[in-house]
């Protein structure tokens, strides 16, 4: 009778021990799990955490080894990543917060894609052209490039929108300009300081609509 119960006991400390094991190994794995916020330099990440958008130059190499350089920007969101989508995704209301945009109307929408009419006020002149949004929401990210299909005011733009779960509360936002020829000459250094002032304007709009449950709009 002593042998069957100290076999039972042993029996449950080793079933203990395995499930110790487990749980330790699933803390380890949660502690060690990568965050977006790691791919950031500790002062972008002290912005970012002070609730600041932050603005770089992103270089990147094509197949040829030719180097290309786009504009990022990023503003963590209060909000979890799934509120965040959704109100994001109403793609005719953006013109009620991004900087500079009068119209926002989708004329062509099937799963996974939108075509949206824009029109854009690029400081004293006004700019309107149609944008072809690739949708992936398993990914929460949204691609987009000029419809040449439609009538367009513009050389040609590209870029995506991408949104990364942090934890159950915070979201990083990432936009990014890919190409961006308005077709008004200007210089290079002229457009570049307009893109790093313009993507981080759009980034605090986001947050500022996002966070309000999709109800503050620019004045």
Not at 117 to 141: C, G, L, N, P, W
């Amino acid at each position: 009778m002593r042998e069957g119960k100290f076999s039972l006991f042993v029996l449950l400390a080793v079933l203990l021990a395995a499930l110790a094991a487990g749980g330790a190994g699933e803390g380890q794995a949660q502690a060690g799990a990568k965050s977006p916020l790691d791919r950031f330099s500790a002062e972008q990440r002290q912005k970012l955490l002070a609730g600041e958008a932050v603005y770089e130059q992103v270089k990147t190499q094509d197949a040829d080894g030719v180097t290309h350089g786009h504009g990022e920007s990023y503003v963590i969101i209060a909000a979890p990543v799934a509120e965040c989508w959704k109100i994001f995704t109403r793609f005719d209301e953006m013109q009620l917060y991004f900087p500079r945009k009068k119209l926002s109307e989708v004329i062509e929408s099937s799963p996974g894609r939108a075509v949206v009419k824009k029109v854009f006020d690029f400081y004293v002149i006004e700019m309107q052209y149609t944008i072809d949004y690739k949708i992936d929401e398993q990914a929460r990210r949204v691609d987009f490039q000029l419809d040449p299909k439609y009538p367009h005011d513009i050389n040609d733009t590209a870029g995506f929108f991408l949104f990364e779960k942090i934890d159950e509360k915070r979201t990083l936002f990432s936009y990014a300009a890919t190409k961006v020829d308005t077709g008004v000459k200007v210089p290079g250094f002229i457009q570049d300081y307009l893109t790093s002032r313009d993507l981080p304007a759009v980034a605090a709009n986001v947050k500022k609509r996002i966070e309000s449950g999709g109800k503050w709009t620019k004045d």
